[in-house]
């Protein structure tokens, strides 16, 4: 089993849709966990931190599922711009590393 | 305010030559990072170096050297680049972590490197 396993997509949807994606890990000792978007070649960057009550940031809402150890991410009213590839991350525990998912790949469309 | 910056941004070698891939970061981080990511796969650790005067290991280093020059700069070598080496190579630091959390990691825009 991968250390963290994300589905590729495409998801295609319309503009103002809501969409959500989720994302499985497999060390349950892991304590942080974050949602990072790439845009097409180029880097990845921090889009939330996932905290265990949920949170929330604008349109994107990320939740913790520890006891299924399962993170998701929702995003409301789908922008063009929103058009990405997001990246599952969970912390390897015991060490100051990070485990970044493959990604599931969002196509917003007019 | 420049973050993490790489030098080149991109780059061609042929078959057995050797370059080093320049990673500087401006936020006092302590840890440093590099990956390498291939059309459809994540980001793939190939090492890191949690503090200053410290590397280690990630998934995936076979055919690099790393150096972590000073607390700013961690650099990585190609002795003798090989195709299966043609990648895009991204540079990242973080702040240490608290307990059993770890912070997020800040990514330069990367390096992509072909050999041929």
């Known amino acids: 089993r991968k250390e963290v396993e994300q589905d590729p997509g495409p998801f295609n949807v319309p503009e103002g849709a809501t969409v959500a994606f989720n994302c499985t890990y497999s060390?349950?000792?892991?304590?942080?966990f974050f949602w990072y978007r790439q845009d097409c070649r180029k880097e990845p960057k921090l889009l939330m931190s996932v905290y265990s009550s949920g949170n929330e940031d604008g349109r994107f809402t990320a939740q913790l599922n520890r006891a299924s150890q399962y993170i998701s991410l929702l995003i409301r009213d789908s922008k063009l711009s929103d058009s990405a590839t997001y990246l599952c991350v969970v912390n390897l525990p015991g060490y100051n590393k990070l485990i970044f998912g493959a990604g599931t790949r969002l196509a917003v469309h007019p | 305010n420049a973050g993490v910056t790489q030098t080149p941004k991109f780059q061609v070698l042929k078959t057995g030559q050797s370059m080093t891939l320049q990673c500087a970061q401006d936020?006092?981080?302590?840890?440093m990072y590099w990956y390498r990511q291939d059309p459809g796969m994540g980001l793939r650790l190939i090492y890191y170096?949690?503090?200053?005067?410290?590397?280690d290991k990630g998934e995936v280093p076979n055919g690099y050297n790393v150096s972590r020059l000073n607390k700013r700069e961690f650099s990585l070598r190609l002795e003798s680049a090989a195709p299966s080496q043609t990648s895009v190579y991204f540079c990242a630091s973080s702040d240490e972590g608290a307990g059993v959390f770890t912070q997020p990691q800040h990514f330069g825009d990367g390096t992509r490197l072909s050999i041929l």
């Open positions: 936020m006092n981080h302590n840890s």
């Open positions: 060390n349950s000792a892991s304590q942080s």
């Open positions: 170096s949690a503090s200053e005067g410290t590397t």
